[in-house]
Every structure is written in structure tokens, then in C-alpha cells.
């Protein structure tokens, strides 16, 4: 396993705000497109599956490979906290951005679950 991907809905007061996360655990699999494709097809599970139109990305300021690669997914920088030591990333899903994101992972086929056993 290179890493995982997270998709966290604890917002009560809104519904369609999901925090996104993503760690490449393997040394060898970071900076190969691994955590890109990852939060593209979750975002996209969260858009067409879960209703979700916003997405936040919370990462340690110092993790420049990570903020970069969220920027490159369009999401912008909203606050920082200093007592965390985190940036917070925000994605606002308009209709030319659900458009883009549903591009990007228009290769992408879901499959059903089979249990191994």
C-alpha cells in the first residue's frame, strides 16, 4: 500500500462540506502522480455520490509538495493557523469546476465491492 485517501463529513451545519486527505506513506510512491489521481476520484465520489460542492484541505505549513499539489487541483489558500501549523485549502465546486474535475476522472470506473473470502 503506497498510502490512502480520506474523506471526512463532520460539518453538521453543512452537508456539502467535505475535508479531504491524503498521505503517499511510501517514500518511493510520492511525487509520481499517486496523491493527485487519489483526490481526484475521491472528490469525484464526493460530488456525484455524496452531494458535496465544497472541499477543505488542512496541511502542516511546512509541506510545500502537498499544498502544491491542492493548489494544482484549484483549491486556494483560505487561512493559517500558527497554533496548529497548518494551512487550510478550500475548493469551491462551481459548475465549470465540477466540469473539470468530472474530465479528469472521466477514465475512472467504479466497480462493485467483492468480498475476498
Not at 502544491?68 to 462551481?94: C, D, G, I, P, W
Amino acid at each position: 500500500m503506497a498510502g490512502d485517501v480520506n474523506l471526512f463529513l463532520t460539518d453538521l451545519g453543512d452537508p456539502t462540506l467535505g475535508e479531504i486527505e491524503v498521505m503517499i506513506a511510501e517514500p518511493s510512491c510520492r511525487g509520481q502522480g499517486f496523491g493527485t489521481e487519489a483526490a481526484l476520484m475521491m472528490m469525484s465520489y464526493g460530488v456525484t455520490k455524496l452531494g458535496l460542492t465544497k472541499f477543505e484541505a488542512k496541511i502542516g505549513q511546512g509541506n510545500e509538495p502537498s499544498i502544491r499539489m491542492f493548489q494544482k487541483l484549484h483549491f486556494e489558500q483560505v487561512a493559517v493557523s500558527s497554533v496548529f501549523q497548518e494551512v487550510t485549502l478550500r475548493l469551491m465546486m462551481s459548475e465549470p469546476e465540477r466540469q473539470w474535475l468530472l474530465e479528469q476522472t472521466s477514465h475512472v470506473e467504479e466497480q462493485p465491492y467483492r468480498d475476498g473470502s
